[in-house]
């Protein structure tokens, strides 16, 4: 715990005192760890852990890893254990950590911004195909994602990714994770500013730093100054958004986002953060988290419980008096209207330089260390002067920067093969899924392969709807695939049919969106699909809703308007139809 929290006055508003008892925060003097998590944290930082990777585990094998250091410290480099083979949803919650880990690592890539050069890039296909069995995820966060990493390729991994200027650590664990950034950041003819630098900076300075690598809990930045805000900021830990004041260009900070089994918007606290201060306030509202951030529990140690009870006014009054060295913010403007609902750069655009980039969906985010090498030839072949650079997007989406007019259409045809698709069909440009049920220990239900049957479905019954409808697919209630933030958000569960087959299934939420109308999806109790339903119930639901909307009213704002009737017609027979 850092020596020099300051001790909030009596002068503060009493939202801001600590009821008897406390919330087990630093601030008020509670540095007794209440929870395992907060002990094992006190007991030895996270970033030592690496240490022990590198002389003891990856020689002595997967049975020689400390059980705090498996399935907590290690976190801190980017690696969780995998959901052993053969598990199904329903024991998920009733099994023991041992039970359901296999001796198999999901390695996380940090990578600021979703910015790679070509040789980053064929470095993670290489690590990939050579130590991960080819396969490689692309999340909404803007990491790679492998599976099936061993301990004792960890060290050789690392080795190779930090010769390129990559790293894994604190990808995951209660730290800054990996820094959002707009994927046409410096070439978009649209944006306001270009952030790349802000991004570097803010990695560098913050990344490793020992201030900040025991937070309350995960905790998410974005920046950008995109006019289509594609890091969605509305659900971040801490956002900074580019704006216009007087003609000035500085960033709105946004603070308290985040989903999962609580969701909430993030608030405008209300400043104008000049470029050159983005550091200090970042630092600033980190410390204010780690200080005051509510350590009792787990479920509400994110910083969005603790705005939600401070406020933007208060949290504002603390930062600028207490936490900023160079005095006071200027009151700020909110953000423009986004320029419209599509923010994953799928498509051709042109540059600021005249070239175009070329933005492809994957499926659900999935792809092959064999594609990426194949991706980065293409980018190096094809993208101009600067070698070849690859971006990926918070909607796990892949860009390929610097292409002449001349070569768009090759490159689009020769992302195609590579299953990247610059064109796709709505269902496939917009659809989203978690990890799933397929290596992650939370989950509940599949959720990659269950996208991909379900896109397909989609695209033969429906081949001529084109609107922007978004159907994110999440395993279990954390909300990864963020799905209350959908059009069409499946919440993975397990479900009892009519006639007593258990089955993977979900919850439904309808209507979620971000952006000048945002709001979290409808629940409506009892919604519930079976897998084996999903495509006929969304395929009906689209039919409904083409045949009954008003004139340009959007599928969300349909769906958080119209009767339930309407929304619940073609769900599942299921026994059990109440919520959970």
Same mark, same amino acid.
């Given at each position: 715990?850092?020596?020099?929290?300051?001790?909030?006055?009596?002068?503060?508003?009493?939202?801001?005192?600590?009821?008897?008892?406390?919330?087990?925060?630093?601030?008020?003097?509670?540095?007794?760890?209440?929870?395992?998590?907060?002990?094992?944290?006190?007991?030895?930082? !996270?970033?030592?852990?690496?240490?022990?990777?590198?002389?003891?585990? +990856?020689?002595?094998?997967?049975?020689?890893?400390?059980?705090?250091?498996?399935?907590?410290?290690?976190?801190?480099?980017?690696?969780?254990?995998?959901?052993?083979?053969?598990?199904?949803?329903? $024991?998920?919650?009733?099994?023991?950590?041992?039970?359901?880990?296999?001796?198999?690592?999901?390695?996380?890539?940090?990578?600021?911004?979703?910015?790679? +050069?070509?040789?980053?890039?064929?470095?993670?296909?290489?690590?990939?195909?050579?130590?991960?069995?080819?396969?490689?995820?692309?999340?909404?966060?803007?990491?790679?994602? &492998?599976?099936?990493?061993?301990?004792?390729?960890?060290?050789?991994?690392?080795?190779?990714?930090?010769?390129?200027?990559?790293?894994?650590?604190?990808?995951?664990?209660?730290?800054?994770?990996?820094?959002?950034?707009?994927? @046409?950041?410096?070439?978009?003819?649209?944006?306001?500013?270009?952030? +790349?630098?802000?991004?570097?900076?803010?990695?560098?300075?913050?990344?490793?730093?020992?201030?900040?690598?025991? $937070?309350?809990?995960?905790?998410?930045?974005?920046?950008?100054?995109?006019?289509?805000?594609?890091?969605?900021?509305?659900?971040?830990?801490?956002?900074?958004?580019?704006?216009?004041?007087?003609?000035?260009?500085?960033?709105?900070?946004?603070? !308290?986002?985040?989903?999962?089994?609580?969701?909430?918007? !993030?608030?405008?606290?209300?400043?104008?953060?000049?470029?050159?201060?983005?550091?200090?306030?970042?630092?600033?509202?980190?410390?204010?988290?780690?200080?005051?951030?509510?350590?009792?529990?787990? =479920?509400?140690?994110?910083?969005?419980?603790?705005?939600?009870?401070?406020?933007?006014?208060?949290?504002?009054?603390?930062?600028?008096?207490?936490?900023?060295?160079?005095?006071?913010?200027?009151?700020?403007?909110?953000?423009?209207?986004?320029?419209?609902?599509?923010?994953?750069?799928?498509?051709?655009?042109?540059?600021?330089?005249?070239?175009?980039?070329? !933005?492809?969906?994957?499926?659900?985010?999935?792809?092959?260390?064999?594609?990426? =090498?194949? $991706?980065?030839?293409?980018?190096?072949?094809?993208?101009?002067?600067?070698?070849?650079?690859?971006?990926?997007?918070?909607?796990?989406?892949?860009?390929?920067?610097?292409?002449?007019?001349?070569?768009?259409?090759?490159?689009?045809?020769?992302?195609?093969?590579?299953? =990247?698709?610059?064109?796709?069909?709505?269902?496939?440009?917009?659809?989203?899924?978690?990890?799933?049920?397929?290596?992650?220990?939370?989950?509940?239900?599949?959720?990659?392969?269950?996208?991909?049957? #379900?896109?397909?479905?989609?695209?033969?019954?429906?081949?001529?709807?084109?609107?922007?409808?978004?159907?994110?697919?999440?395993?279990?209630?954390? +909300?990864?695939?963020?799905?209350?933030?959908?059009?069409?958000?499946?919440?993975?569960?397990?479900?009892?049919?009519?006639?007593?087959?258990?089955?993977?299934?979900?919850?439904?939420?309808?209507?979620?969106?971000?952006?000048?109308?945002?709001?979290?999806?409808?629940?409506?109790?009892? @919604?519930?699909?079976?897998?084996?339903?999903?495509?006929?119930?969304?395929?009906? &639901?689209?039919?409904?809703?083409?045949?009954?909307?008003?004139?340009?009213?959007?599928?969300?704002?349909?769906?958080?308007?119209?009767?339930?009737?309407?929304?619940?017609?073609?769900?599942?027979? #299921?026994?059990?139809?109440?919520?959970?």
């Amino acid at each position: 715990m850092p020596s020099d929290v300051p001790a909030l006055p009596d002068d503060l508003p009493p939202a801001l005192k600590t009821p008897k008892g406390g919330h087990g925060q630093w601030g008020a003097g509670h540095t007794e760890p209440l929870t395992p998590q907060e002990r094992f944290k006190k007991d030895d930082d !996270g970033l030592n852990v690496r240490a022990r990777i590198e002389q003891i585990y +990856s020689k002595q094998g997967f049975a020689s890893i400390d059980p705090t250091d498996l399935r907590g410290r290690m976190r801190w480099w980017g690696l969780y254990t995998q959901r052993k083979p053969g598990i199904d949803g329903g $024991l998920t919650a009733t099994l023991e950590p041992e039970e359901l880990d296999d001796e198999y690592f999901m390695m996380r890539i940090r990578i600021p911004g979703g910015q790679l +050069s070509v040789e980053q890039l064929r470095v993670c296909a290489q690590i990939s195909t050579e130590l991960a069995r080819d396969l490689a995820d692309v999340s909404d966060r803007q990491n790679i994602q &492998l599976h099936w990493v061993r301990i004792e390729d960890v060290p050789e991994i690392w080795r190779r990714l930090e010769s390129v200027g990559l790293s894994t650590i604190e990808a995951c664990g209660d730290v800054p994770r990996n820094i959002l950034g707009c994927a @046409l950041a410096g070439v978009f003819e649209e944006e306001l500013a270009d952030p +790349s630098d802000l991004i570097r900076e803010l990695d560098r300075r913050f990344t490793n730093d020992k201030a900040f690598s025991n $937070l309350p809990r995960k905790y998410k930045t974005a920046v950008s100054a995109c006019p289509h805000h594609c890091t969605a900021h509305e659900i971040n830990d801490i956002a900074f958004v580019g704006v216009l004041k007087d003609g000035v260009f500085g960033y709105d900070l946004w603070v !308290g986002g985040g989903l999962s089994t609580n969701p909430m918007l !993030g608030q405008r606290v209300g400043v104008f953060v000049p470029p050159e201060r983005v550091p200090e306030v970042w630092a600033g509202v980190t410390s204010i988290f780690r200080d005051w951030g509510y350590r009792r529990t787990r =479920m509400r140690a994110r910083i969005k419980f603790l705005m939600a009870d401070w406020g933007p006014e208060r949290f504002r009054a603390v930062l600028e008096r207490f936490y900023l060295e160079n005095g006071p913010l200027e009151d700020g403007p909110a953000p423009a209207t986004p320029k419209d609902g599509r923010r994953d750069h799928v498509g051709v655009h042109r540059q600021k330089d005249g070239r175009f980039a070329v !933005g492809a969906a994957l499926p659900s985010g999935r792809t092959s260390g064999t594609a990426l =090498m194949k $991706l980065a030839d293409l980018a190096e072949r094809l993208g101009g002067a600067h070698g070849g650079r690859i971006r990926f997007s918070a909607e796990q989406k892949v860009v390929v920067l610097d292409i002449e007019e001349s070569d768009v259409e090759t490159v689009v045809d020769e992302l195609a093969a590579l299953g =990247m698709w610059a064109r796709p069909s709505t269902f496939r440009r917009h659809t989203m899924a978690c990890t799933g049920i397929e290596f992650c220990k939370l989950a509940l239900t599949e959720t990659k392969s269950t996208a991909a049957v #379900l896109v397909e479905e989609l695209e033969q019954r429906l081949p001529e709807f084109d609107d922007p409808l978004r159907i994110h697919i999440n395993g279990c209630p954390n +909300s990864c695939a963020r799905f209350q933030t959908a059009d069409i958000g499946f919440k993975g569960m397990r479900v009892t049919t009519a006639d007593g087959r258990k089955m993977d299934g979900f919850q439904v939420h309808l209507g979620g969106t971000l952006g000048i109308e945002a709001a979290l999806g409808r629940k409506v109790r009892g @919604l519930k699909v079976s897998v084996e339903d999903l495509p006929g119930y969304v395929e009906g &639901l689209i039919k409904r809703y083409e045949s009954t909307r008003a004139d340009g009213q959007s599928f969300a704002q349909w769906a958080r308007t119209v009767d339930e009737d309407v929304l619940t017609e073609g769900a599942s027979d #299921l026994a059990h139809a109440a919520d959970d």
